[in-house]
């Protein structure tokens, strides 16, 4: 049976998705010619360190922050 729905990312362990947050921050922050603007860069790479401060913060313990 094939299902409608739409698929979503599993669920990863909080080590598993530092390592993604790091990944990604790397990506985007090494891709910056991908980006039509410096401006559409500078928001995607603070998206993505934001996300990497919050997977860390969960790893180590510490609070998230909203």
Do not use: K, N
């Not at 990312?9 to 921050?25: F, G, I, K, N, V």
């Not at 910056?32 to 996300?51: K, N, P, T, V």
């Amino acid at each position: 049976m094939v299902s409608s729905e739409v698929p979503t990312r599993r669920h990863m362990s909080p080590d598993e998705e530092l390592e993604r947050a790091m990944t990604d921050y790397l990506r985007i922050s090494r891709g910056a010619h991908l980006y039509a603007s410096g401006d559409e860069h500078q928001r995607a790479e603070e998206a993505a360190w934001d996300r990497l401060a919050i997977a860390r913060d969960l790893v180590e313990g510490a609070p998230a922050a909203s």
